[in-house]
C-alpha cells in the first residue's frame, strides 16, 4: 500500500517540528546579537560577527582536535574489538558463553553516573588523570556495540560460514572476508552511533580532565558563557548570545553531516540488526 496524502501531511510537519530549531539556530547565529534577543523570529542582515568573536574567545579550535583525536582511536577500538566479540557470542560455543553474554548485558542496566568513581579512582591509580588515555580508554569496548553486533552477525546463516571453513578460509579469514561484507549495514549504524555517543559524551570527559589541554568540544561548549564573559569586561548574558549560537552551530554541522552521508546505511543496519533471520 503507498503512502496517502493525510501520511505525507504528517511526515511534512514532523520534519519541519524537526528541523525549523536548527535552522533557527544557524540563521540566528548569523544575526547582530541584538536583534537576536530583541526580534529572534525574524531574519536580519547576515554578519559573520559572531563567528569571528567566538573564535577569539573560546578555544573551540582545540575541543574540535582532542574530540577528533578521541574520536578517531575510541571509534576504532569498537569498530575492530566489538565485531570480534559479537562474532564469538554468536557462532561460537564455548563454556560459560550465555552466562558471561548475560553479564555483558547487565553492566548495560548501570547508570552512567555509578562508574564514574571507579573509573576516575582506577584512572588516578594509574597516573592517567588529565591525559588522552583517560578520554579514550574507558568506554571503548562497550557492551552495547557488542550487543548490537551479536545480534546482526547472528542473522547470518550457518551454512555461509560453514561454506568458507569447507573452502580452507582460516577463521579470521571468514570473519573479514565472509561476515564483515554481509554486515556492512551495522557496522555503519554502529560507526554513527558511535560517532554520536564519544561527540557528545560530556559526563565523562569533564570528569577525567579538568586542564584545557585535553578539553573535548562538549567540556569547551559548557564553560563557552564564563569564557566570554570573562575575556570582555563589562560583557553580561545578554550580549553572548550570538557567540553561543555560533559555537552550537559549528558544533553541530559536523553531526548532520555524518548522519546525512550515512542515513542509508544507518537506517538498513537499524533494520538489519533488529530483526533475527
Known amino acids: 500500500m503507498k503512502p496517502g496524502i493525510g501520511q505525507y501531511t504528517i511526515l511534512g510537519v514532523l520534519a519541519i517540528g524537526f528541523l525549523y530549531p536548527i535552522w533557527w539556530a544557524i540563521s540566528s547565529s548569523f544575526k547582530p546579537p541584538n536583534d537576536i534577543v530583541t526580534d529572534p523570529l525574524t531574519l536580519s542582515g547576515p554578519t559573520l560577527h ?3 568573536a567566538m573564535f577569539a574567545d573560546v578555544p573551540i579550535g582545540t575541543g574540535f582536535a582532542n574530540t577528533a583525536l578521541v574520536l578517531v582511536i575510541k571509534g576504532a577500538m569498537t569498530m575492530v574489538f566489538c565485531p570480534l566479540a559479537g562474532y564469538a557470542f554468536a557462532k561460537y560455543a564455548f563454556p560459560g558463553k550465555n552466562v558471561l553474554f548475560g553479564v555483558v548485558l547487565l553492566t548495560l542496566m548501570l547508570p552512567t553516573l555509578v562508574l564514574i568513581i571507579p573509573l576516575l579512582l582506577e584512572m588516578s ?11 579514550i580508554l574507558p568506554g571503548s569496548i562497550d557492551a552495547f556495540s557488542i550487543f548490537w553486533m551479536r545480534q546482526t552477525i547472528a542473522a547470518i546463516p550457518n551454512e555461509l560460514i560453514d561454506a568458507g571453513r569447507v573452502d580452507g578460509a582460516s577463521e579470521l579469514g571468514i570473519f573479514v572476508r565472509v561476515v564483515l561484507p554481509v554486515i556492512r549495514p551495522g557496522l555503519a549504524a554502529l560507526a554513527v552511533l558511535t560517532t554520536m555517543n564519544v561527540y557528545n559524551d560530556f559526563v565523562w570527559p569533564v570528569v577525567a580532565v579538568n586542564d584545557t589541554e585535553h578539553q573535548t568540544l562538549q567540556v569547551v561548549l559548557s564553560t ?9 569586561i563589562g560583557s553580561d548574558f545578554t550580549t553572548v548570545w550570538g557567540e553561543l549560537l555560533a559555537a552550537g552551530s559549528v558544533a553541530m554541522v559536523p553531526l548532520l553531516v555524518i548522519f546525512v552521508l550515512l542515513q542509508r546505511h544507518f537506517i538498513n543496519g537499524i533494520l538489519a540488526g533488529s530483526v533475527k533471520g
Do not use: P, S
Not at 224 to 232: E, F, H
Open 125 to 135: 591509580a594509574l597516573g592517567w588523570v588529565n591525559t588522552y588515555q583517560a578520554l
Open 50 to 52: 559572531n563567528y569571528q
Open 224 to 232: 563557552l558563557a564564563q569564557n566570554i564573559t570573562g575575556n570582555r
